[in-house]
């Protein structure tokens, strides 16, 4: 086994090398390609998430292995090779294995025991199986990586040591307020609907967020994420938003998560400014339609009129005016201190630009109370806090919470000075788990993977060896047949039952001659510094190399072959 990594991660290059690093989907199959075609590589897989980026490779010569790879990584990503080589580590052989069964359990990660790596390596994998990249030894270790991984998360508690990087990233926006309590009524933007965007969307939904709007490029992914988020039991409301109204979203949400692939900024900081101008406020439903309000009743043509007024200023401006204040009509129903009756209003995720349904049955003192309330905001006495209006650090209310889990950023890092604003990126995710305390239970994760990493290579070393003792037997059985077949020309009246039990002794002979031997090779070929007895067996018996290479290649293709239909 001569396996290589090269690459790069939160660990050894700051977010913003990160970030220019990452790879498109595109790039993953080009840099494994060049990777195959490079001289010293047999072999290869890229591993890429949103905080690393590593080339496993098979080579025959480490440092021309190292130059290559790291050459390759420079040329995919984009950054200079000078500017890029202080980061990169470099790790072989057992030390390798070691890195990426490490990995796979969580200890290497940006949030300690995050299980969403096993999916990104479970991806990787079958990326180099559907180019044709992986070979025995990339299989062999991302298969076993993976029962690795799983191994750790279901014999300890290292589920214990940190949440998923979406529950870490919500704990540091809820700034030390129980999750569920600072999500619950919330209104929710997720953009992407990706693995990553799915599991937010989840588990913005599990917490207890009252609705999720989810925005994707594709829309049909968007709305296959909105109708299973709405099917889930949760009673979360979910629906499909064009990528295109983005930017408008933001005006009627408290919360948003972002995860894509795009190249650029899917929010600006301008956006992030446009939308949280003007601070907190209370903001009027989207109901459905009510029936009218009886024409006799009390107060009936007051209430008409000003609702009249408010559906001409919504129709014309996308905005209403109540009690001298101008307020945008985007939001759906948040009760939280708004004096307006919630049973009085049905909740319906409608557009903005069709408010105006909204008003049909509200009176005008409710109207009027509302726009009072509006105005006073926060300081209007008996009254509740709008849900939304969370704490800085700085003491500022926060209007809007953004989370951005996309390597390169989705959110303009701006967004981190916009007053009412509150972002949560991977770099700062970096700096707060940077110092976590470890659990226990990661000391029995490293007992797992230390074991692990030694079965793994023993069992390489012993597969090495393999197929050259493979070609001995087959020399052996050559011999014995060439030999039975001069007893013949010599003996020609043996009949058969004699023939058969000479040609059973002989095989017998050589069978116990070699049994101990090739045993004993084994054992000593699956310790460290093993490999040079295959060498020596082939020396000493003068085997074929190009004999023992098939074997290789047969054992090879087999291994392939199981490895495919087991994904």
């Known amino acids: 086994m001569s396996l290589l990594v090269v690459g790069l991660s939160h660990r050894s290059a700051p977010v913003s090398v990160l970030e220019r690093a990452s790879l498109s989907a595109d790039a993953k199959v080009k840099l494994v390609h060049d990777t195959l075609a490079a001289e010293p590589a047999a072999e290869a ?3 890429a998430t949103c905080n690393r980026i590593e080339l496993y490779a098979d080579v025959d010569k480490f440092h021309a292995g190292v130059a290559e790879l790291s050459t390759l990584l420079a040329q995919h990503s984009g950054v200079a090779l000078e500017e890029l080589t202080p980061h990169l580590y470099v790790h072989y052989e057992d030390r390798a294995v070691h890195h990426l069964f490490s990995v796979a359990c969580g200890l290497d990660s940006m949030v300690v025991g995050e299980g969403q790596i096993l999916g990104q390596i479970k991806d990787a994998l079958a990326l180099g199986q559907e180019l044709h ?9 991302f298969q076993q990586a993976l029962r690795v991984g799983k191994r750790a998360h279901s014999e300890t508690g290292i589920d214990r040591a940190g949440q998923s990087l979406v529950t870490f990233g919500l704990e540091q926006l809820a700034a030390g307020a129980e999750v569920p309590r600072w999500a619950a009524g919330k209104r ?6 990706g693995s990553m965007s799915s599991l937010a969307a989840a588990t913005l939904a599990r917490v207890g967020v009252a609705e999720i709007a989810v925005a994707n490029r594709t829309a049909e992914r968007a709305e296959r994420l909105a109708e299973i988020l709405a099917a889930s039991g949760t009673g979360v409301r979910a629906w499909a938003v064009p990528m ?3 930017a408008d979203q933001l005006t009627r949400v408290d ?8 190249t650029g900024l899917v929010l600006t900081g301008d956006d992030v400014a446009r939308a949280v101008e003007g601070g907190p406020v209370c903001l ?3 109901p459905t339609p009510a029936p009218a309000a009886d024409s006799a009743a009390p107060g009936a043509r007051d209430t008409a009129g000003v609702v009249a007024r408010l559906a001409l200023a919504a129709r014309t401006h996308g905005r209403l005016a109540d009690a001298g204040a101008a307020r945008t009509l985007t939001a759906p129903p948040e009760r939280d201190g708004c004096p307006l009756d919630p049973q009085a209003l049905a909740a319906d995720p409608a557009p903005a630009a069709e408010g105006r349904s909204a008003l049909t049955g509200v009176d005008a003192s409710s109207l009027e109370l509302h726009g009072t309330w509006a105005d006073q905001g926060e300081a209007t006495a008996q009254r509740q806090p709008r849900r939304s209006a969370r704490t800085r650090t700085d003491g500022s209310a926060v209007r809007l919470a953004l989370l951005d889990l996309a390597m390169p950023r989705d959110i303009d890092a701006a967004a981190h000075h916009v007053p009412g604003v509150r972002l949560v990126d991977i770099e700062s995710l970096a700096e707060v788990s940077a110092d976590a305390p470890m659990a226990a239970d990661v000391d029995a994760v490293r007992a797992i993977v230390a074991a692990e990493v030694a079965a793994f290579g023993a069992a390489q070393r012993a597969a090495h060896i393999t197929p050259t003792v493979v070609a001995l037997r087959a020399m052996a059985a050559e011999v014995v047949a060439m030999e039975v077949a001069r007893l013949d020309g010599r003996l020609p009246d043996l009949d058969e039952r004699q023939r058969a039990e000479v040609t059973q002794t002989v095989r017998r002979v050589v069978d116990k001659l070699l049994h101990a031997p090739t045993v004993r090779v084994k054992q000593l070929a699956s310790e460290p510094g093993g490999a040079g007895y295959a060498e020596a067996l082939r ?5 074929d190399p190009q004999t023992v290479a098939s074997v290789s290649r047969a054992d090879a293709a087999d291994k392939n072959d199981d490895s495919g239909r087991a994904s």
């Open 45 to 47: 897989a890229v591993l």
């Open 133 to 141: 990249t992986a070979g025995r030894l990339v299989n062999d270790l």
């Open 188 to 193: 929710a933007l997720v953009i992407g609907a």
């Open 244 to 246: 295109a109204a983005v």
């Open 255 to 262: 919360l948003v998560v972002s995860c894509t692939g795009a």
């Open 284 to 286: 009027l439903p989207h």
């Open 539 to 543: 020396e000493l018996f003068d085997l």
